[in-house]
């Protein structure tokens, strides 16, 4: 009888090392299976020469962008969100999409430390554009910033936040939009450039329209990393 007649026995992986719900077949040495257990949820595989598997589950490493802190819906007049700045990060990124008005109004913001807000020493300088008009001018107020309108209905605005949780000057830079009759061609673009001057460590931030009008739509807010 030749030698190939008969067959090589099955030596492949068995199905007796598999013992749970998401265990990893690795090698742990050249032709040495082993398992590597299911890890926490949220966690990623990385290497690590170390762990008897060359692997290991652990938590992702922190984002270099943007982390959401708030997500608010508003359906009021004036809208307090505490609790939102705090040493994590330096500085925030704002986006406040407004979908409704109950009539035509100018938003306002001011910060706020301890659920209680701030209302004296701000500032700010303005650049808008309306239609083929541009012009500028200062703030003459120092009880709150305003950041641009909605009227009658919609506008989006973005603001930068620099150190509202650091005890010194905070600084914002915001632009909005607005649409004010629903044509194409009656548009409102605004630019801010503002600081409040009360070297508060700011937690929070209230918004609201001057008019006691009802202000419907989102602010969301966003940690930016430090590194």
């Known amino acids: 009888m030749g030698a190939n007649v008969f067959p090589t026995p099955f030596s492949g992986i068995q199905e007796g090392l598999i013992a749970a719900k998401a265990d990893l077949i690795v090698g742990t040495a050249n032709d040495t299976p082993g398992i590597l257990s299911v890890g926490t949820n949220g966690y990623a595989l990385v290497a690590d020469s170390s762990e008897t598997t060359g692997l290991k589950w652990a938590a992702p490493a922190a984002g270099s962008g943007l982390t959401l802190v708030s997500s608010t819906s508003l359906s009021a007049s004036t809208i307090n969100i505490n609790s939102v700045f705090s040493a994590t990060y330096e500085n925030y990124f704002l986006m406040l999409n407004v979908?409704?008005?109950?009539?035509?109004?100018?938003?306002?913001?001011?910060?706020?430390?301890?659920?209680?807000d701030t209302t004296t020493n701000y500032g700010s300088q303005l650049l808008q554009t309306y239609q083929s008009t541009t012009n500028g001018q200062e703030s003459a107020t120092t009880e709150f910033w305003q950041f641009g309108n909605a009227d009658p209905s919609q506008c989006i605005m973005v603001i930068e936040l620099a150190r509202p949780n650091v005890a010194a000057n905070t600084f914002?830079?915001?632009?909005?939009?607005?649409?004010?009759?629903?044509?194409l061609n009656d548009f409102l673009l605004e630019f801010?450039?503002?600081?409040?001057?009360?070297?508060?460590q700011f937690d929070g931030i209230t918004i609201y329209s001057h008019n006691s009008a009802t202000i419907t739509g989102t602010m969301r807010i966003y940690g930016r990393a430090n590194s």
């Open 192 to 200: 801010y450039g503002a600081v409040q001057k009360d070297s508060t």
């Open 99 to 116: 979908t409704n008005m109950s009539a035509g109004a100018n938003i306002r913001l001011r910060l706020r430390a301890s659920s209680t």
């Open 172 to 183: 914002a830079i915001a632009h909005s939009f607005t649409g004010l009759s629903g044509s």
